[in-house]
């Protein structure tokens, strides 16, 4: 299968207790080359608009209160099935329903704080990758 980019976050309270390296490393382990990554300290509004799909949702404010409180990791992540590869190795959103060896289940701490983000799906992956990282950041990967 071709090669394709999805877009990958580890999130404040991965960083915040130094997983951010064994993360990356598990990532890599995976198959997936990191093409893009920067630490950012989001903004409400930026992880508003981030997350707003999930704008009605009770847990909406919670979730951007989180993802705003230390800095995160975007990664713009490459490998072959690069989305559906993501979601299988990072496992559910709640570390206690997700499967053994998963980045959830070994670093999240619960459903809200649950170590990383990944898109899910190839549309959701391009916006997400645009959100944060420019086009010469990506030196062409898309084009
Ligand atoms: P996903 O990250 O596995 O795709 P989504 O349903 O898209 O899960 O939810 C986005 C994020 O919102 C989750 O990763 C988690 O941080 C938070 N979240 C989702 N559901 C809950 C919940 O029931 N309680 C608290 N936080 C939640
Ligand atoms: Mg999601």
Known sequence: MALSLTL?????DAVATG???KIVAHLQDAGFALRAARLVRLTPAEAGAFYAVHRERPFYADLVSF???GP???MALERSDAV????QV???TDPAEAAPGTV???YAESKGRNA???SDSDENARREVAFFFTESELAGLWG
């Open 8 to 12: 990958g976050i580890v999130k404040p």
């Open 116 to 118: 990383i983000h990944a």
């Open 67 to 69: 993802m705003t409180s």
């Open 19 to 21: 997983k951010t390296g």
């Open 72 to 74: 995160c990791l975007p």
């Open 84 to 87: 559906g590869a993501l979601r």
């Open 104 to 106: 959830r289940k070994l």
């Open 90 to 92: 990072i496992g559910a």
